[in-house]
């Protein structure tokens, strides 16, 4: 991005490879930054799936004061956004000053311009007004807990109902073990969407989320007798940890594992000294919305807000939407073999 030296206020620059170590810097101090604003998912995302990617962050008297990531999706019938963040929970812009915030609204508003695009869709845990910017009310929530520095104190807090659950993983000698590779819990992960009706993401995504973020994406699988029966990938950001992408068996309901498996995930993140149980996102009237809320957790709602650049109308890709109640019944029956191989090409562009 060209840059005037005679224009005060922020300057906006563009994340390189000598601007990273400090970008995530900034992220690291920043309150409105995640996880999924940290500079490595703009090489994850390049890498796993092509997009062209806009990191762009403000600088004013030589520090950096915000951050935008943008990833840049063009496909003939999903559309053509510019989103920060794709396939992020969130990623919408985080500053230090208002200043960066005008300043990296104004460059992503002419961005989206020059790219053309239907529409720009920030996705935040907090509100902020912004001209020209609707919000899609209601669209996804979150659910974030604070976890005790005591173990059985946790178990304790977790609603009756649901502790048993828990318990009954436990009396069926389920076990949690560490995986320092993703083969298995994608493998897990696959059979588990694909009976949900959702597309795969590729097994090089999930090696390359592993590779890049290091310690700080750790793969818990949960085994019986031997066997994986669940697992999730849990990402880990200050005093945060983050269960994002998980799933389990056909054998994993009656065994209660997919329970056992959020339960051990925040027990060792619990003795490991993290304070913050983030369990993601869900929309209302979904199961894995009553799932979470079973465990005690209260929704948080999330802003999503978009600048139209096409109409009036806000775009609509989720699995609510009654055109894709079809597509989803069907995918449902595809052989795990074909929804592997197909899923991948088409989840690549959902965002």
Not at 21 to 37: G, I, K, L, T
Not at 107 to 115: H, R
Request: glycine share 8%; charged share 25%.
């Amino acid at each position: 991005m060209l840059i005037d030296p005679k224009v005060r206020g922020p300057q906006i620059k563009s994340l390189d490879a000598a601007s990273a170590a400090r970008w995530d810097a900034f992220v690291a101090a920043c309150p409105e930054a995640s996880f999924f604003h940290r500079a490595g998912w703009q090489r994850v995302i390049a890498r796993s799936f092509g997009h062209r990617t806009h990191f762009l962050y403000a600088e004013e008297d030589g520090v950096i004061t915000g951050v935008l990531p943008l990833v840049h999706i063009r496909h003939p019938l999903f559309g053509n956004s510019l989103s920060a963040a794709a396939f992020c929970v969130y990623g919408g812009p985080a500053t230090t000053t208002a200043a960066a915030a005008q300043a990296l609204d104004a460059a992503a508003t002419k961005l989206a311009a020059e790219a053309d695009v239907d529409h720009l869709e920030y996705r935040q845990m907090r509100a902020g007004e912004r001209q020209g910017f609707v919000e899609k009310a209601d669209l996804y929530v979150t659910f974030r807990k604070r976890i005790d520095p005591d173990v059985e104190k946790n178990m304790l807090a977790v609603p009756r109902k649901q502790r048993a659950m828990i318990r009954k993983g436990i009396k069926a000698e389920l076990v949690s073990e560490i995986d320092g590779d993703t083969a298995r819990l994608h493998r897990v992960y696959a059979e588990s969407v694909r009976n949900l009706g959702t597309p795969v993401f590729s097994r090089k995504y999930f090696a390359n989320l592993k590779q890049e973020f290091g310690e700080d994406c750790e793969v818990l699988m949960v085994t019986h007798r031997g066997e994986p029966v669940a697992g999730v990938m849990n990402f880990y950001f200050r005093d945060e940890v983050l269960p994002y992408y998980g799933g389990g068996t056909a054998a994993a309901r009656a065994l209660a594992a997919n329970d056992f498996m959020y339960w051990e995930v925040m027990r060792r993140a619990c003795e490991r000294g993290y304070r913050l149980f983030d369990f993601g996102r869900s929309k209302r009237g979904t199961g894995s919305f009553d799932f979470k809320k079973n465990w005690g957790f209260e929704p948080e709602p999330l802003h999503y807000q978009y600048l139209l650049r096409r109409g009036d109308k806000l775009p609509d890709l989720n699995p609510l939407n009654p055109k894709f109640r079809l597509l989803i019944a069907t995918w449902k029956r595809l052989p795990l073999p074909v929804a592997n191989a197909i899923g991948p090409h088409i989840v690549s562009y959902l965002g």
